[in-house]
DNA sequence: CACACGTCCTGGTAGC
DNA sequence: TGCTACCAGGACGTGT
């Protein structure tokens, strides 16, 4: 599932790989995957064709390719967001073939690619994520937008999203005061993009465990050094998932699947219901909480007697 | 069939 | 009381 080291996987790729693309033409398969996007399918195309993707921005897990085109004022970006199961693929078809994929929801056509490719295909099998044109506009604060951005732009859409812990212009003690601020869990407050962006749930568990605290931890009793230490967790756990994720992927093809080497190999507890604790080999505990799974090591992050769930 | 999960949206509550 | 900001949780969607 795509967090903060996918997309900025996937940006990167998109950045050396169709930076300077003209779109010839834009195919969608499945409406509901531009269902943000306000012109519709047929608007979302007519947005795309003849304009040039200057480079890929990415701020948390939305990614934006900022749209040059003479004939219009505005600026302007085509927004992605992955979701739980979003790809984007940048294909030549000449060297892959015709083959489309099976959940293949739409297709880019494009010319001039640095890298040759033909087509940039989202492919989306829980369709969660989306693809929109959206027009950019000024940050609050006058600084970048975002990751790889030269730009203080951001979508509209992307205007309510904080700044990410890989963010240079990111305040972070700024985020500790807002988490200790608010009247909740650790968790939901990693959780909330509005408060720190990128985070999902596999990796606020992970950094929860390197840093001993418990998910339900209430925000308000932690001291500042405590929240710093759970942020400087996730930047950490984070950082070391792109350092393996950006290295697997091959010239002609953006892989986003969450199932990549680093899942597998590296989580502590995020899956491991039942299996030793890397640190203690207390087994790993499974609890329901949001809607989905949080995996704690019951000796290491010890379930508060006041928590926040 | 329940389950996986991120974001949007709604309805509710806390605090001033 | 009324307002605002914040918070919790359901809905969405597909395939295993």
Not at 25 to 53: I, K, M, N, T
Not at 101 to 120: F, I, K, M, N, T
Not at 233 to 249: D, I
Request: hydrophobic share 40%; with cysteine.
């Amino acid at each position: 599932m795509p967090e903060l080291p996918e997309v900025e996987t996937v940006r990167d790729g998109l950045d050396r790989l169709v930076a300077g693309a003209v779109v010839r033409d834009a195919e969608v398969f499945r409406d509901y995957s531009v269902r943000r996007h306000d012109g519709g399918p047929a608007g979302f195309a007519d947005q795309l064709r003849g304009r040039r993707l200057v480079g890929a921005v990415r701020r948390g897990k939305y990614l934006w390719l900022p749209l040059a085109d003479p004939r219009q004022g505005a600026s302007a970006a085509l927004l992605a967001h992955l979701g739980m199961s979003g790809q984007l693929l940048v294909r030549d078809p000449a060297v892959a073939g015709e083959w489309a994929h099976p959940h293949l929801r739409v297709r880019l056509h494009v010319d001039e690619a640095p890298s040759g490719a033909h087509y940039v295909d989202f492919v989306d099998q829980r369709t969660f994520g989306h693809l929109a044109v959206t027009d950019l506009e000024p940050t609050a604060d006058g600084a970048s937008g975002g990751y790889g951005s030269p730009l203080p732009a951001l979508p509209a859409p992307v205007a309510h999203i904080a700044r990410d812990l890989l963010d240079p212009a990111l305040d972070r003690d700024a985020v500790v005061a807002t988490v200790r601020r608010r009247r909740t869990g650790i968790k939901r407050a990693l959780l909330d993009q509005t408060v720190v962006s990128g985070i999902g749930n596999i990796y606020a568990d992970e950094a929860l465990w390197r840093a001993r605290v418990h998910f339900a931890r209430a925000t308000d009793t932690m001291t500042r050094p405590v929240v710093h230490r759970v942020l400087d967790a996730a930047t950490e756990v984070m950082t070391e998932a792109l350092g393996q994720g950006g290295t697997s992927f091959d010239a002609l093809y953006v892989n986003v699947n969450g199932e990549s080497g680093y899942f597998s190999r590296s989580l502590a507890v995020y899956g491991r219901a039942g299996e030793p604790c890397p640190r203690c080999a207390t087994p790993v505990r499974r609890d329901e909480f949001m809607n989905r799974s949080s995996f704690t090591c019951p000796r290491c992050q010890p379930r508060p007697r006041q928590g926040r769930w």
